[in-house]
């Protein structure tokens, strides 16, 4: 047979245990509900991390684009720039040539005519 203490204190360990399993119980009550919250704020971390990457990766995307439409303006100028010089250039010639064409062809004409007359 037990005596009074052996009772009181098996009823001490009950109790004891009891409230080993209750805490152990609420710790994974609390330990899945903040584990939710903390998927959820980790999702939500990552999402708006993700839009911020995507707005930082669209706008040096736009000034790539930027720099590039400049330095396509900037070589078709150069090129329009030097056609239009080898172009009048081409043309001087063309236009120096004939005159030296039509000096020549005046200057036989009258050699000839020096020579008929």
């Known amino acids: 047979m037990m005596t009074p203490v052996q009772k009181l204190a098996g009823l001490a360990v009950l109790i004891l ?3 080993a399993i209750a805490a152990g119980i609420t710790w994974q ?4 509900r903040l584990g939710k919250k903390l998927a959820e704020q980790l999702a939500e971390q990552g ?7 995507d707005a930082i990766t669209g706008e040096a995307w736009r ?8 330095r396509m303006a900037t070589e078709l100028v150069t090129f329009l720039t030097t056609f239009y010089s080898s172009s009048v250039c ?12 039509r000096e020549a062809e005046r200057l036989e004409a009258g050699r000839k005519f020096t020579l008929d007359h």
């Open 17 to 19: 245990v009891l409230m």
């Open 29 to 32: 009550v609390q330990d899945w």
């Open 47 to 53: 999402s708006a991390h993700q839009k911020a990457l």
């Open 63 to 70: 000034q790539q684009k930027g720099e590039q439409d400049k």
């Open 90 to 101: 081409f043309f001087t010639i063309i236009v120096h040539l004939r005159t030296q064409g």
